[in-house]
């Protein structure tokens, strides 16, 4: 059974930037892509971002292209969501979680299906 454990959130100005962490227990973190999805007040938990088991391939949700970047550190079984320019609208509940392959097709990447395991999540509060 693995465990996530996400860190990094908090409450910030539009603008700010932030990091989030992800870690992950077991020891074949290595093998499996990893996304990050959000779910905002009063709606339905949206895809973020999602990596590859190597890093080589990464996709992104259009609302944070160009201002959020994924990355992965197989040696600590971590995954990254660095934030910046930061806006009111992404202010959500984060969660990372693992794939269910070592790469999720980006046609299928928006997929909660194509993930096995999740987090409880990180608080993100992005005030105007």
């Known amino acids: 059974q693995r465990q996530l454990v996400e860190s990094g959130g908090g409450l910030v100005q539009a603008g700010d930037s932030l990091r989030l962490s992800c870690v992950v227990s077991?020891?074949?973190?290595?093998?499996?892509?990893m996304g990050w999805f959000r779910q905002a007040p009063g709606k339905e938990r949206h895809f973020v971002a999602a990596i590859s088991w190597r890093g080589s391939t990464t996709d992104y949700a259009d609302s944070v292209k160009g201002r959020f970047t994924i990355s992965r550190d197989n040696t600590r079984n971590t995954v990254y969501l660095e934030m910046n320019s930061l806006k009111p609208e992404d202010t959500a509940i984060y969660y990372c979680?693992?794939?269910?392959?070592?790469?999720?097709?980006?046609?299928?990447?928006?997929?909660?299906?194509?993930?096995?395991?999740w987090g409880q999540g990180t608080q993100v509060t992005v005030s105007s």
């Open positions: 979680a693992v794939g269910s392959v070592s790469t999720i097709p980006t046609m299928r990447v928006k997929n909660q299906e194509q993930y096995d395991y």
């Open positions: 077991g020891r074949t973190f290595s093998r499996y892509a």
